[in-house]
Structures are given as structure tokens and as C-alpha cells.
């Protein structure tokens, strides 16, 4: 589940350089704005690894793509509506 | 190391010498220090001992002299006593400087007994980071790690295959967990390695003198400050006929097992503390964890978006793990230090590394806005019912400041 190419999305939030648990709140902020949309979140924190799945199953979205950023800065994690299936390759 | 990151206790917060409401004993430790995991406060009975064997303990144990023999009676009369206490012989238990480096010499001394039969030492993931350091430092690449479930607990199967490899030289399994309070399933892990042949270390760090220890390790190593005795003193002890050789050059002493002088007075002292908490732990264990038990059904009532971690029944029984949804762990551990209590946590914002603690990240955790709460012997209850009024609103302070309301 890499590549350098990212998927297909509606917003994408580049949260890069902010540590726990801002890029988490602001995957939450723009969830709440935009619930139906599909939101790709690129992070360098160490904890989203753990905590963007960890939130995904709180609130009941489906994370469905990560893969390192196209200019090797962070991860990124396509997080979608529950019911909407992301990409399972690229 | 540093995954836990802690909070100085307050030592301006007042003592809480009031009785205690259930059990109607007085608390020995200062109110509000609710981090026992980390360091446990001195039991009475250690400082006694140990200023006692500060004055007939000095000599050097290994000579011939009338001081040397009575520093040697009471370094003898310890190991007994520890022994008896961890279920070991006492020619199988040597005094280490530290936990940390009873697992290090236990791990190193395995490796190299079993040298001829290969490299692997395998650990659950969710082992203390002494652990997986010793093994890292002992084997590099070969030092590999066994998942665990959401819990916490070691994942049996995966156990199972990898111990039937070939190259194994040891299993390293902890009793319960250091951040979470699973036990782990160290007598049905003793059954696997036992059908390979392949020796298992057990870290009983947090178990010692809080939850009776199990059966069926090769190595037991434990840490004195953890159950109340003084800081620099660990446990090391290796069953009789598991092939353990010595890392240390130096002439070694503690049954040819730990370099350097064996600091008798703190030894005294810390099988004095393991003695006083082993008899008063059937009826502490259960009050603590009742205690715990409030914490784990209350705290969720109480503060929304709560998760507790660990087991809830299966756990060691004076520690609780929370993780608060957009909660910044450094803030949240500032301001209950403000309120007068100690806790710690495993987010990556308390830790010197900026990681987010291993043990969460193997469980799959929150690792936000993360709390352990640990309990210390003869805590008073009051203290764990004030915790409970106040966490609610510093968890909404700090939950304000970020803005997350409605998310």
C-alpha cells in the first residue's frame, strides 16, 4: 500500500509539521464540514500511524488507502464515508 | 526508553494521613501519587531495614572478617527471603544494579549459553523497552517481536509458529503488561517453549509483590523500587540447569552472575519491602482493585469519548489505561499536576522521543491524550474518588483550548 501517486480525493488536508492530536482534530473538523467527502490526509507525526485507524474506528469511517507522500515527506491516509469503499489499488 | 513520561509528584501537595474510608488504614504515600508503575514510594519497612543494614551491612560480603560475615548473613538471609518469594531456590537468584539490567544480563547471558544454536530471541511487542533494547543490543536484526491483540495480550498462534523456527534462543514474555495491565499468558508460553527446548525470560517488573507470579521460566527478573523497595536494586534469577553463560569480563559476583559490589544495605531493604507487601497483598490486591475497577466503569461515564485499554478482568490490579479522543497528553498530565495528582503517559508528546508509546501502537490504540493511572499500596480511597471529580473538567479544559467541541 504505497506508491508515489495519490488517490483519488475530495479535500485533501496537508497537516504536515503538526504533532498529535492536531492532524486527528483536523481530519475530525473537516469530516464534520464535509461528512460525505473523501479526505486525504498527509501527516509526518509518528502517532497518526496509530491514532488516524484508532480515530477511524471511533467514528466510523473506513480508512481506505495510506501511502507515503509523493515527495517522501509523512504518510498519507485516504480516510471515506463508511459505506463508500476507496481504491484498493492504484 | 522514556515511552512513559512522567510528572514530578507534587511534594507541596498535602499528605493525605487521614484515614482511609474503606480499609480504614492510614495512606503512606503523599495524596495524589497515582504513578506506582513508574516508582512506588519507599514502604516503612524498607527505610527501617535499611537504616539498620546501613549500619551492620557495610562490610564486603566476600571476606573473612567478622564485618564481612554479618553483611554476608543478611545478603543471605534477603536472597532466601526473595526467593522464597518469587518461588525460586536461593542459589538461582542474584542481585542486580537495576531491573534494566537484570534483564540485560538475563538476556545476554541466554544468548550466549545458547550460542551454538542460533541468534533469535523473540519478545511479545508489547515488552517494557528494557527488554526489547537488551535484545536488540544482544542479536540486532535476530531480536523479533510477536504481535499482540487489542488488549494487549501476546498473540498465542503466532507464538507457536515462530518458537518451531529453528534458531531460537530464547522467548522473552512479561507477566502483565507495564501500560495496559494485561496479564500475559505466560504459563501456556512456558508450554510451547518447553516442547522446542527453548528457555523463556519473564519480566515480572510489575507483578513482584502485586500479583502472584507465575510458573515454568528459565529467567524471572524483577526491580525493587517497583514494590516499594529502594531504587538500584534488581532481581535476577536463573533456574538451575538452564544454560545461562556469563557476559561480564570481570571477575563476577552475585553466584557469578553480576559485576560489581552488591550494595547489601539496599538488597536488606528491598526483601524487607517485598516481604511487608506480600503479606498484606491478598487483601490490597483486592481493594485495589476494586479501586480499579471504579476508574475503569466510572471514567467513561463521566468524560465523553473515553477509551479504556487493557483487559478488563485478566489485568494486573492497581493499574488502569485511558485514552481521551483530541486530548493533548502533555497539557493533560500539566494540569492534574496542577491539581495535585501524578499520573503518566504513553503519548509520543510526553516522551523524549516524540514516538508514541510501542505498546500502544502494537495494540492499535488512541495513543492521544493517554493516561495510566497506577495505584500505590495503601492509597487512600479518597484519593482515586478526588481524581475522579476533577479529571472530567481538566479533560474538558483541555479538549476547550483545542476547539473541539461537536466533533
Same mark, same amino acid.
Given at each position: 500500500?504505497? =506508491? ?31 461528512? =460525505? ?29 495510506? =501511502? ?23 | ?16 494521613? @487521614?484515614? #482511609? ?14 504513578? @506506582? ?38 545478603? +543471605? ?29 538475563? %538476556? ?9 544454536? &542460533? ?11 528494557? *527488554?526489547?533494547?537488551?535484545? /536488540? ?20 498462534? @503466532? ?24 496479564? /500475559? ?12 527446548? *527453548? ?38 534469577? *536463573?533456574?538451575?540447569? *538452564? ?11 552475585? /553466584?557469578?552472575? %553480576? ?33 480499579? +475497577? ?10 465523553? +469519548? ?7 478482568? +485478566?489485568?494486573?490490579?492497581?493499574? %488502569? ?5 483530541? %486530548? ?35 495494540? &492499535? @490504540? ?15 480511597? #479518597? ?25
Amino acid at each position: 500500500m504505497s =506508491g508515489s501517486q495519490l488517490p483519488a480525493h475530495d479535500r485533501l488536508l496537508d497537516e504536515r509539521g503538526q504533532r498529535c492530536p492536531l492532524p486527528v482534530i483536523a481530519l475530525a473538523r473537516m469530516t464534520t464540514a464535509l461528512p =460525505g467527502a473523501r479526505l486525504l490526509l498527509l501527516s509526518d507525526d509518528a502517532a497518526a500511524e496509530t491514532d488516524v485507524p484508532a480515530w477511524c474506528r471511533l467514528r466510523h469511517r473506513t480508512l481506505a488507502w495510506v =501511502g507515503d507522500s509523493p515527495d517522501g515527506r509523512g504518510r498519507a491516509y485516504l480516510v471515506v464515508p463508511l459505506a463508500a469503499s476507496g481504491p484498493a489499488e492504484l | 526508553m522514556g515511552h512513559y513520561g512522567r510528572v514530578v509528584a507534587h511534594a507541596s501537595q498535602t499528605s493525605s494521613a @487521614a484515614p #482511609d474510608p474503606v480499609s480504614g488504614a492510614r495512606s503512606r504515600t503523599p495524596g495524589g501519587y497515582l504513578d @506506582a508503575a513508574s516508582t512506588a514510594p519507599l514502604h516503612p519497612a524498607a527505610r527501617e531495614a535499611l537504616l539498620t543494614a546501613l549500619d551492620d551491612g557495610w562490610g564486603d560480603p566476600s571476606r573473612r572478617y567478622h564485618q564481612a560475615r554479618r553483611a554476608r548473613l543478611l545478603l +543471605d538471609a534477603a536472597r532466601e527471603s526473595v526467593a522464597a518469594r518469587i518461588g525460586a531456590r536461593p542459589d538461582e537468584v542474584s542481585f542486580t544494579g537495576s531491573g534494566t539490567q537484570a534483564v540485560g544480563l538475563g %538476556v545476554g547471558g541466554l544468548v550466549r549459553g545458547r550460542d551454538r544454536v &542460533g541468534r533469535r530471541v523473540l519478545s511479545s511487542a508489547v515488552e517494557h523497552s528494557s *527488554v526489547l533494547h537488551a535484545a /536488540q543490543a544482544a542479536v540486532g536484526d535476530e531480536a523479533r517481536t510477536v504481535a499482540v491483540d487489542e488488549l494487549g495480550r501476546v498473540d498465542l498462534g @503466532a507464538l507457536r509458529v515462530a518458537v518451531a523456527e529453528p534458531g531460537v534462543v530464547l522467548v522473552a514474555l512479561q507477566t502483565a503488561n507495564h501500560e495496559v495491565g494485561t496479564r /500475559q499468558p505466560v504459563a501456556a508460553a512456558a508450554e510451547l517453549c518447553a516442547a522446542h527446548g *527453548v528457555p523463556l525470560l519473564v519480566d515480572a517488573a510489575q507483578s513482584a509483590g502485586r500479583d502472584p507470579l507465575p510458573e515454568g521460566w528459565s529467567v524471572l527478573t524483577a526491580s525493587s523500587h517497583k514494590w516499594g523497595g529502594p531504587a538500584g536494586v534488581g532481581v535476577l534469577a *536463573v533456574r538451575t540447569g *538452564v544454560r545461562w553463560r556469563s557476559t561480564s569480563p570481570e571477575g563476577a559476583l552475585e /553466584q557469578g552472575r %553480576v559485576p560489581g559490589f552488591v550494595d547489601v544495605p539496599a538488597v536488606v531493604a528491598a526483601a524487607a519491602a517485598l516481604e511487608a507487601v506480600e503479606r498484606e497483598r491478598p487483601r490490597e490486591s483486592a481493594r485495589l482493585a476494586a479501586l480499579v +475497577d471504579r476508574l475503569r466503569a466510572r471514567v467513561p461515564e463521566l468524560v465523553p +469519548d473515553a477509551v479504556v485499554l487493557g483487559d478488563p478482568r +485478566d489485568r494486573l490490579p492497581h493499574l %488502569v489505561t485511558f485514552s481521551f479522543l483530541y %486530548v493533548d497528553g502533555e497539557a493533560l498530565l500539566a494540569d492534574l499536576d496542577r491539581a495535585g495528582f501524578a499520573v503518566s503517559s504513553g503519548s509520543s508528546c510526553v516522551a523524549d522521543s516524540l514516538q508514541p508509546s510501542h505498546v500502544l501502537a502494537a495494540m &492499535g @490504540a488512541l495513543t492521544h491524550g493517554n493516561l495510566r493511572v497506577s495505584l500505590p499500596a495503601g492509597v487512600a480511597a #479518597d484519593d482515586v474518588d478526588r481524581f475522579l471529580e476533577v479529571l472530567p473538567d481538566v479533560v474538558a479544559r483541555v479538549r476547550a483550548t483545542l476547539g473541539t467541541a461537536g466533533l
